[in-house]
């Protein structure tokens, strides 16, 4: 169904039933109307979810080549917003965090693995559920040692110092919004990159300041990541510039569920349909990118490579029984790439009037650690060192 992409839902519940008949002609007949498909979803749909994604990041893992970066296993994080009906129950139940007037909308954290171009887990709640909470309950999924690269609105204390306290590292842009004490002498080694996340408030109760690297990206606007990993052998200035540039993986995503899928706006009136009916789109996109990327890369391509738009046309042309006789799906899906032309003008349109023109993060405020901040971190120091 989430592949088809037109119609009403009833619609392409009848495409996706026929589909699934042609396919499979000597099993029992799946039930017939969709009133009662979506009644059996509410009974198993979270089961069958739980039990589709294990096997895709199984699959995911055995894609040897791809499992890393650079010998690092990172994993990007954003969030999205995805209208729905300005129906009664939508309006109270999902609201709406965007402009006045904007329809309700569902909130969508995605962590997207960056080596297969394929998301790994993701999270969906009311329009004004925030994008932090939803990467606190992926945690757990993430495999230890990982790295997740994130924008500026991901840094704050707590979930920094919870995702390093789960063994996993962070390569975080920080913006303006964020102060950045220097000199505080809390780490064992402490160089002009040494910079330590500790806000007012996590100081009143007295948690411990988070020792971090802050490392410049150089360019019209400079961009300030900051990470655990503390010395350039671990993670160098090249490394973090990839990492960071390959975080736009996760925006092509978004892209590619919503323009390529048309999955901007559910159809589903109620909110507890909405949210089936996004996470099975989300879901039909994981499978379709990684039987894409799998195709692609036992041609010799990287996932980076695959054209999502291709890769829909052909498994629709398969679903619709327009494939060349014993043609191969998998073979088919190997040609499914990206043009290969050198762009030379600008791709970004000319007038586009509903373009947001969001502001640069900006530099982040550094500030050198007053003597009582020095003295209280190293009060804390010693009480955890005794503990």
């Known amino acids: 169904m989430a592949w088809d992409g037109g119609g009403s839902l009833a619609e392409q519940f009848a495409s996706a039933r026929a589909t699934v008949v042609r396919m499979f002609p000597s099993l029992p007949r799946p039930g017939r109307t969709y009133q009662g498909f979506v009644k059996a979803m509410k009974v198993w749909g979270t089961l069958l979810r ?54 309700p909308q569902l909130s969508l954290t995605t ?47 707590d979930l920094l110092r919870e995702i390093l306290q789960s063994n996993r590292h962070v390569l975080f842009r920080v913006g303006s919004n964020v102060r950045l004490l220097q000199k505080l002498g809390y780490a064992r080694v402490e160089d002009d990159s040494t910079v330590y996340l500790w806000p007012e408030a996590a100081q009143a109760k007295d948690k411990e300041p988070l020792v971090l690297r802050l490392m410049v990206l150089p360019g019209r606007h400079p961009v300030y990541l900051v990470t655990d990993r503390l010395c350039e052998e671990s993670l160098s200035l090249e490394q973090a510039g990839v990492l960071y540039r390959m975080r736009w993986g996760v925006e092509v995503f978004y892209r590619s569920l919503k323009q390529t899928l048309h999955q901007r706006t559910m159809r589903s009136r109620s909110p507890g349909q909405a949210r089936r009916e996004l996470s099975w789109a989300v879901t039909g996109l994981w499978v379709l990118s990684l039987a894409g990327a799998q195709a692609v890369v036992a041609r010799g391509k990287t996932p980076g490579n695959l054209s999502i738009a291709t890769a829909r046309k052909l498994v629709r042309q398969a679903m619709a029984g327009r494939c060349r006789p014993r043609a191969d799906l998998r073979k088919q899906l190997a040609t499914a790439l990206k043009d290969s032309y050198v762009r030379t003008g600008s791709k970004a349109a000319r007038n586009w009037p509903h373009k947001k023109n969001e502001r640069h993060a900006g530099a982040p405020k550094f500030q050198v650690a007053e003597p009582w901040q020095v003295q209280h971190a190293k009060e804390l120091l010693e009480r955890n060192s005794a503990a």
């Open 111 to 157: 962590i997207y693995h960056m080596g297969s171009g394929c998301p790994w887990d993701y999270r969906i709640g009311p329009g004004v559920e925030n994008e932090r909470t939803h990467l606190r309950a992926m945690l757990a999924a993430l495999p230890e040692g990982a790295t997740i690269v994130a924008d500026a609105g991901f840094t704050g204390h």
């Open 50 to 103: 739980e039990r589709l994604a294990a096997h895709l990041r199984d699959q995911m893992r055995r894609m040897d080549s791809c499992w890393t970066v650079m010998d690092i296993p990172a994993f990007a994080v954003d969030g999205s917003r995805v209208e729905c009906p300005r129906t009664a129950a939508n309006q109270k139940h999902l609201r709406c965090a965007g402009r006045r007037k904007t329809a």
